[in-house]
């Protein structure tokens, strides 16, 4: 599972020109399900992303989760994170998870966060959508449960 994590002051997500979804202060969230992503990485990245200190304190240190600051997040799938762009010039999308497997986890992700208190928007599965967001910062995380596999970080659900 991929995500690109932005900090925010507001985003907000359109399909056809409707807001669909809408935030203020948080986290803008892109999720990117992959081929063998399983319903454990949905509650340990909702963990990570619940408690994931990137807002300032008082001192300006990022020291404040977006529990800690009552914030909210935008959570849209994009399949397009597990884009492969080592050969040639288009990329390939073969890992990204089929999507009933793909939306299935994206729920999935969506409720474990919610039930750690977040209040959680979404975008609409599938749909061509537009952003809106106002970058706080900006501060971008990437967070690739591959990549922490491989790097032997914490990852007690893989």
Request: glycine fraction near 12%.
């Amino acid at each position: 599972m991929k995500l690109v994590i932005q900090r925010v002051k507001q985003a907000s997500v359109s399909v056809e020109g409707e807001i669909v979804g809408a935030i203020g202060q948080g986290l803008l969230i892109l999720i990117g399900v992959m081929e063998g992503d399983t319903p454990d990485l949905c509650d340990y990245l909702a963990g990570k992303t619940a408690d994931l200190r990137i807002f300032t304190d008082t001192e300006d240190k990022l020291n404040l989760s977006l529990k800690d600051i009552g914030g909210e997040a935008l959570v849209v799938s994009n399949f397009t994170l597990g884009g492969d762009c080592r050969k040639g010039h288009r990329p390939s999308f073969i890992r990204s998870a089929r999507p009933e497997t793909a939306d299935q986890l994206y729920q999935l992700y969506m409720a474990q966060l919610r039930a750690r208190g977040i209040p959680v928007q979404s975008g609409r599965f599938g749909a061509h959508m537009e952003i809106s967001l106002t970058a706080n910062g900006p501060v971008t995380i990437l967070m690739d449960t591959d990549q922490m596999k491989k790097k032997g970080g914490e990852t007690p659900c893989c």
